[in-house]
């Protein structure tokens, strides 16, 4: 059991904090936005993520999950420390490590003994390595500190889940104390099987940028097979499985749909982009990934505008799902962002229904209309746009729809609605890639 002290207590600070101290230590969660930190003290849960509000009351009551402003004195009581701050991308693309360098200087101020200092943030590689050389300003007044980089590679909408049963947790470090520290405060997972894998701290940053890359190139990849598939009379549906059931492809993030989103993909891939600019490495997979998402996420806009008679001009379009994905309520960079800026450029008008990301959208689009179900949100309707794969959305009544629209155009950009069915009650649709039947 180590004490812990959590700087940033965003997405991955959270389930970083409520995960470690489910494995038996104790946490102090820290963050310099007082409000969330009050919210978190009166039990109120900043994010929607399935099974973290359980697993925060269960470890506050057992006295191992704590919520602090005190940044000063929970690093001062804590022999871990973990960086968790946001990276954001910068203008020029390159991750924006302004938040990490504020929370290096506060480790500075209140380094009163031996720390292992880790940054869990995804930060380019060769951050490690500054950060080091700040710290070693202390380190010369014979205050001993380590350095370890470990990354994260939890999934929003699944991020307990992954965090309790990780793939692999990277330790890069040069020390061996430090690695003997971080074993013990993952300690649960390697009862059954043992996924800690020791690296250097730049192999261990570059291990976090290589698989976002390669996951989002790989969807990149699908969603051209797809617009091929449409054109050739190919299903791409039968060709994911197919190239899936392939152990060297795998089955995963095969699924094309409108693009990648999220908080991560697109600035990871641009981050990787500038840095290998910066050290003259072309890079021509990560350029063609990146330009592929924004070709797809334009192309949305078009096959809808093409899909219905006259265009979308004057006509009323309901968006089902405004989540970057299925299973939160986060919207950033959300493919459903450029649909909608699309219609309104085009003359349409916006119906919008998100189980539980209408609240974010309005943060972003005050001129459209949300709505509390799929019923109201489609009536009256030209046309309806599936955006994320959110289950209900599987199993829509499409009787009830047929009647309630005023038109029968339906765009399913995540392959998820029967198309025997939209034929069988005469919409006219469109989707992702599939033979029409
Ligand atoms: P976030 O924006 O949700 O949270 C960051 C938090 O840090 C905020 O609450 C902010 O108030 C706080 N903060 C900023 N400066 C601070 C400071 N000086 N002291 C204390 N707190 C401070 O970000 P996130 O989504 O949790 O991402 C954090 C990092 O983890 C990023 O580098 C991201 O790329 C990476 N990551 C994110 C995910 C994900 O699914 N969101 C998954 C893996 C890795
Ligand atoms: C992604 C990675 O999956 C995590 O491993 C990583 O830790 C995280 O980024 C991060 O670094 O922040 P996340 O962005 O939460 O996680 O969500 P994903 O499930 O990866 O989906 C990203 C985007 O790709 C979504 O817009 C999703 O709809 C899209 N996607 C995903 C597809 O279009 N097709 C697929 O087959 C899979």
């Not at 492809?249 to 982009?273: N, T, V």
């Not at 299925?326 to 309104?344: G, P, Q, Y």
Request: neutral net charge.
């Amino acid at each position: 059991m180590k004490n812990i002290a959590i700087i940033g207590t965003g997405y991955v600070g959270l389930v970083t904090g409520v995960g470690l101290s489910e494995f038996g230590n104790k946490v102090i969660c820290t963050d310099i936005n007082q409000s969330k930190i009050n919210n978190l003290n009166s039990g109120k849960v900043p994010i929607y993520e399935p099974g973290l509000e359980e697993l925060i009351k269960k470890n506050i009551n057992s006295e191992r999950l704590f919520f602090s402003s005190d940044i000063a004195s929970s690093l001062k009581k804590s022999e871990v420390i973990i960086i968790a701050v946001g990276t954001p991308q910068s203008k020029g693309g390159a991750a924006d490590l302004r938040y990490v360098f504020d929370v290096v200087d506060r480790i500075l101020e209140n380094l009163n003994s031996y720390k292992v200092i880790v940054t869990k943030s995804t930060v380019p590689i060769g951050t490690g390595n500054k950060v080091i050389t700040q710290l070693q300003r202390k380190y010369e007044e014979n205050i001993d500190f380590d350095y370890v980089s470990n990354p994260e590679f939890l999934r929003e909408g699944s991020a307990v889940k992954d965090f309790l049963w990780p793939d692999r947790v990277i330790i890069g470090t040069k020390g061996e104390k430090a690695l003997q520290i971080m074993c013990d405060i993952y300690r649960p997972l390697y009862i059954n099987k043992n996924p800690i894998q020791h690296t250097s701290v730049e192999t261990s940053e570059m291990i976090k940028y290589a698989s976002n890359s390669f996951l989002a190139l790989k969807i990149s990849y699908i969603n051209e097979i797809a617009n091929l598939c449409e054109t050739v009379e190919a299903d791409v549906h039968d060709v994911a499985i197919a190239m899936g059931k392939d152990g060297r492809i795998s089955d995963k993030f095969l699924h094309p749909g409108p693009g990648f989103g999220g908080s991560c993909f697109p600035k990871d891939l641009e981050a990787l982009l500038s840095l290998s600019q910066e050290h003259n490495v072309t890079m021509e997979t990560l350029q063609a990934a990146i330009k592929a998402n924004k070709n797809q996420k334009e192309r949305i806009g078009e096959k809808l505008d093409r899909l219905i008679s006259g265009g979308i001009r004057g006509k009323k379009i309901a968006i089902l799902g405004l989540a970057f994905k299925a299973n939160t309520d986060d919207v950033r960079e959300s493919s459903s962002i450029d649909l909608i800026k699309f219609i309104l450029n085009q003359g349409g008008f916006v119906n919008a229904y998100d189980p539980i990301a209408n609240k974010n959208m309005a943060k972003i689009f005050n001129n459209i209309h949300y709505y509390d179900n799929v019923y109201d949100a489609i009536n009256e309707v030209d046309a309806l746009v599936i955006m994320t794969e959110w289950n209900e959305f599987r199993s829509l009544d499409l009787n009830r729809i047929k009647k309630s629209m005023r038109n029968n155009y339906v765009l399913d950009t995540r392959n998820i609605v029967n198309m025997k069915d939209l034929s069988a009650l005469e919409f006219v649709y469109d989707n992702i890639g599939r033979l029409k039947i």
